[in-house]
Structures are given as structure tokens and as C-alpha cells.
């Protein structure tokens, strides 16, 4: 028998000298994917949630790449928007789920016409919001449907990424019945339901947010008057940020959502996106400027904001490590590593421990594989970096390229 993968990769098992040459040979700011590390995630979902439906959230990396290696390894894909929906298809997953999150109208025209050109693809679209449906049926959609349920309990790792109890998504719960009703009265096939308690669920109250969620959901499907094939009980799974965090324990997540749900006629699911990609991924960054002041030594850095969101946006923690190769013999201290945005948020990581750094130096940021490039942008008109991606063999290659100053303006062609 061949050993499970370890629960974590942490920012120190990746090889400083490879990630050292990686930035040499492509330049930075610069994502690096290991394909092998996805693989590895997705088996050790596997083997905890092993009796039940595993799907993959998209929206935590779409890299095409990764859509195969995650399609590869058995997952099916959970999506946001007709992009996501069309990216999936294209990456070659069968069976796709589209939650549509008040969906604009060039969505559901994009994932109809998808679903008649593609009858061989299993694809169920999730309704949130009556006029959802009725704008479903005045395209005359006729594939299954499921209901994305508003369960009233949320959790996550930021309030901004809490959900099941944020008004803007799913059908509040107690008028599921009626929504699931009339479903079927229009001749539709119901056939799941579903609900997300949030983002990054990880410590003890997270998790017992997250059994409440499920059982509410266990309920209401067996109270419900229709056969289900599936109940989703969304994504969420927390990954260690900080090197003395631990890792969740799978398994016990996984016993813990089947206890909660209890006795079921429908296929127990779930959808994680950040635990299948998060540690799989680094971001590789160059120091610019080194600046002493009275508060802290200032690391100006060649990515920010543009490249890593979650800081800004989340106050996420991302552990940077400098791959020097002297970084061992330089005496230590205390920093602030901030990009090149215009912007005070414009901060990866404050009070942080490190070799004293120099200009040139390369710095790793840990746990960028999830919601990582996802969230680039090219404000302060930065084109967005590029993504390298390692196939778990040893072999290197440009995912998505750098873009470049001339792709900034390309949309406003000749003027
Ligand atoms: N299912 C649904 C319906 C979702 O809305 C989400 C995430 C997931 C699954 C996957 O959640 P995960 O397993 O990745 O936690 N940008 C934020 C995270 C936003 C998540 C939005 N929805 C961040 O960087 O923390």
C-alpha cells in the first residue's frame, strides 16, 4: 500500500534553489503551481470524504492547467459564471455545476445554449432566486435544477468571505418548500440542494457552524415533498496561512459532516476550491528597495496588491521566506513588505521576522495557489504576472503568460 500524501505542503518543503532558478529563468512577480501537490490534495479529500461526492470550486483557480489536472484526478467542477462554466467545459470536465449568484442575463443565455450544444455534459444549474427560474424557463432551459439554500449559519475566515447567513445568496430557507414546489410544477427535475456556510473554516467554531449548516440542511431535505440525487453542503475547508497553525484534520471534518447530515436518500457532497489548490501554489517576488525608517525596515517588493489581493482585501496572513542563499549567516530583522501600488493597503506583510534583506533578493509567499492570480488585477496600470507550472515529474512550463504593457490597452485599440 502506498502512503497518503502529508495533509500540508508548508512554505518550507518547497526547495529554495529550484523556486531560486524558476525566478531567474521567468522573471517575477511569478505563480508557481505544482501540479503534483493538486493531485495530492484531491487524493487526501478522497480518501477522508470517501463515501462522498468531492467536487472542485473553480473560482479558487481556473489556470487551465489545474482544471486538468483536477478533472484528471476525478473531481467535477463547481462554477460562479458563464466564464467559469465555459473554462470547465473547455478544460474537459462531464459533469459541471453552475450556482448562479444573481445571474446576469448573458450568463444563463451563455450556459443554455452550452447545455443544448452539449447535451453529453451532466450540468446542473443551482438556482438562488425565483426570478431566476422564470428567467430560465423564458429561455426554455430544460435540464435539471437544484436550489441554492440560504441555511440562516455562516462561517469563514473573514466577515467579508461569510456566507450562508449573507442575505445575497440562496433561497432563505424556510421558502425552499414552496421554491422546490414550484420547480416541479414547471416540469423541471429537481435535483439537489445546496448551501455554503463561508470561506476558510478552520477553527472550533467555524467547524460547529459548519454541522449546524449540514444538519439543517439533513433536514430539509428530508422534510422536503421531492427525491433528491444530491445535498451539497458547499466548500470552505480552512488551510493553514500561518506556520503554527495545523493542518485541519480531515477526517474528523469529513465524520462530523456525515454525522450532521444523518440518514439520507440524496449523495452527501462538497466543493472546496481553496484546500485543492492553496498550498500547491507560491508566489515568487524580488526586492527592489530596502528602506530603513523609525518604525521598520521597508521591503518594496515587485509584487503587491495587483498580484496578491488577499492581504489588502482580508488582512490575510501569507508566510514570506527569503530564498537567499546566504539567508542563513544574515542577522534577522523586523520588516514590512510592501509592493509597488500607490496604495497605503498596498502591504504583504507587516512585523515580519527576516534575513536582512537586500535588493535583488527573491522572497517566497506561501499559500498562493488559492484565490492567488484568481484576484490579479491591472490597477495602477500593472499587467498582471505570469504562471509556471511544475507537472509532478519535473517538468516546467508556462501556464499563463506575463502580460505585457501593450495588453494594458489593447481594448481600446486604435485611438
Ligand atoms: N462553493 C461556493 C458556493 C462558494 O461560494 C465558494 C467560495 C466555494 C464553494 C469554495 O470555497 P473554498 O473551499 O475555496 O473556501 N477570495 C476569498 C474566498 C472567497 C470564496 C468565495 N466562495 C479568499 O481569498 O479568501
Known amino acids: 500500500t502506498t502512503e497518503d500524501p502529508p495533509p500540508i505542503r508548508r512554505l518550507a518543503d518547497w526547495d529554495p534553489a529550484q523556486l531560486r532558478d524558476l525566478a531567474a529563468e521567468y522573471d ?22 470517501h463515501d462522498e461526492h468531492v467536487s472542485y470550486a473553480v473560482k479558487a483557480n481556473t489556470v487551465r492547467r489545474t482544471l486538468e489536472t483536477v478533472e484528471d484526478a476525478g473531481l467535477d467542477a463547481e462554477c460562479a459564471s458563464a466564464g467559469e462554466v465555459q473554462r470547465a467545459v473547455d478544460a474537459g470536465f462531464s459533469t459541471v455545476r453552475y450556482t448562479a449568484v444573481n445571474p446576469p442575463s448573458e450568463d444563463l443565455d451563455h450556459v443554455v445554449a452550452l447545455h443544448e450544444a452539449h447535451p453529453e455534459i451532466d450540468l446542473v444549474v443551482t438556482i438562488g432566486a425565483v426570478d431566476t427560474l422564470d428567467a430560465l424557463v423564458e429561455r426554455d432551459y430544460a435540464g435539471p435544477l437544484a436550489i441554492r439554500v440560504n441555511p440562516g449559519v455562516g462561517a469563514g475566515h473573514h466577515a467579508k468571505v461569510t456566507t450562508g447567513d449573507a442575505p445575497k445568496f440562496g433561497v432563505p430557507y424556510d421558502r425552499v418548500p414552496d421554491l422546490a414546489d414550484e420547480i416541479v410544477e414547471r416540469g423541471y427535475d429537481l435535483v439537489g440542494l445546496h448551501a455554503h456556510a463561508g470561506s476558510g473554516i478552520h477553527g472550533e467554531d467555524d467547524l460547529a457552524a459548519h454541522r449546524e449548516l449540514v444538519a439543517r440542511m439533513g433536514d430539509l431535505a428530508r422534510d422536503l415533498d421531492h427525491d433528491l440525487d444530491f445535498l451539497n453542503v458547499g466548500g470552505g475547508l480552512g488551510v493553514p496561512y500561518h506556520p503554527e497553525q495545523d493542518p485541519l484534520d480531515l477526517d474528523a471534518v469529513a465524520e462530523a459532516t456525515r454525522d450532521a447530515a444523518g440518514d439520507l436518500d440524496a449523495q452527501l457532497g462538497i466543493e472546496p476550491g481553496r484546500y485543492v489548490v492553496a ?13 530603513p525608517t523609525p518604525e521598520t525596515t521597508v521591503v518594496g517588493v515587485d509584487a503587491g496588491m495587483t498580484t496578491l489581493l488577499r492581504p489588502a482585501m482580508y488582512d490575510a496572513y501569507h508566510e514570506i521566506r527569503s530564498l537567499a542563499d546566504d539567508a542563513d549567516d544574515r542577522d534577522e530583522v523586523t520588516a514590512m513588505v510592501a509592493g509597488p501600488i500607490c496604495e497605503t493597503a498596498d502591504v504583504l506583510g507587516r512585523d515580519r521576522r527576516l534575513p536582512r534583506p537586500e535588493c535583488r533578493d527573491v522572497f517566497a509567499i506561501g499559500n498562493a495557489g488559492a484565490y492567488g492570480y484568481e484576484m490579479a488585477s491591472t490597477y495602477n496600470s500593472r499587467p498582471r504576472p505570469a504562471v509556471v507550472s511544475l507537472d509532478g515529474t519535473g517538468e516546467t512550463s508556462v501556464a499563463v503568460e506575463r502580460e505585457t504593457l501593450s495588453d494594458l490597452t489593447r481594448l481600446e485599440g486604435q485611438q
Do not use: S
Open 28 to 49: 517575477t512577480p511569478l505563480y508557481v503551481l505544482d501540479q503534483g501537490r493538486v493531485r495530492e490534495n484531491v487524493a487526501n479529500l478522497q480518501t477522508a470524504f
Open 279 to 291: 498550498d500547491a501554489g507560491v508566489l515568487l517576488t524580488t526586492v527592489n528597495t530596502v528602506k
